[in-house]
């Protein structure tokens, strides 16, 4: 399985761009990044992935490098309601009983990122 | 509700005694997760099913059962509860494969003392 490597907390001022790196130099060619994040004490909400390119939706940005080593996700103007922990997780693909293949989710210990005002 | 739900959202239970954990969703996913959450681990992956009739184990199974007998729902089942379960469970579910999101319900929060 492809580990993650992020830094256990970050700090940013409101309104500013949140620039969140994550390492993952095991990644397979058919893993997919992931981001989540978990707001206190919630059920972890999905932010947005990728395979390759660099992705864009409503709440973030994935900048994945060439190489697939490393990611960025990017918070373009961060607030305070987006203080949480953010997981980098690489998708595992593996086999259940039944011979079905699945996407299992493998959280790490993410990073704590804090919005100031 | 559109969603995934768990029930309760809280419990307390003595050491022993049996409780179920209870996950609905209503997109009819295929595959359904059970995480717990502590202190200093994180999230990690107790059991999983990719279909109705077909689950597996995931990072620390031991001592909890589950069944899905219907695509819907996947219990959890502490069969002997032990204070090490205490802890905070997530249900989560996924149309299928890995390129698809996963949702998460809100969380049992179970005490076992």
């Known amino acids: 399985d492809a580990k993650t490597t992020q830094p256990p907390s970050m700090d940013c001022a409101e309104g500013r761009a949140a620039n969140l790196p994550c390492n993952h130099s095991t990644i397979s060619g058919n893993e997919y990044v992931y981001w989540y994040r978990q707001i206190h004490s919630q059920g972890p909400q999905y932010i947005i992935h990728g395979l390759k390119n660099n992705e864009t939706n409503e709440m973030a940005s994935l900048i994945i490098t060439e190489d697939r080593k490393s990611s960025t996700l990017i918070l373009p103007h961060a607030t305070l309601r987006d203080t949480a922990v953010y997981y980098c997780i690489v998708r595992v693909a593996g086999r259940g009983a039944g011979g079905t293949s699945y996407g299992k989710l493998t959280f790490g210990q993410g990073t704590i990122l804090t919005v100031h005002p | 509700d559109a969603g995934i739900t768990q029930s309760p959202r809280y419990k307390i239970t003595e050491t022993g005694r049996q409780v179920t954990l209870m996950c609905h969703q209503t997109?009819?996913?295929?595959?359904m997760f059970w995480y717990r959450q502590d202190l200093g681990h994180g999230l990690r992956l107790i059991y999983y099913s990719a279909a109705a009739d077909i689950t597996d184990k995931g990072e620390v199974p031991d001592g909890y059962v589950v069944s899905r007998s219907k695509t819907e729902n996947f219990p959890l089942t502490l069969e002997s509860a032990t204070r090490s379960q205490t802890s905070v469970y997530f249900c989560?579910?996924?149309?299928?494969?890995?390129?698809?999101?996963?949702?998460f319900g809100q969380g049992t929060r179970l005490t076992v003392v």
């Open positions: 997109w009819s996913h295929s595959y």
């Open positions: 989560a579910s996924t149309l299928g494969g890995w390129n698809t999101e996963a949702f």
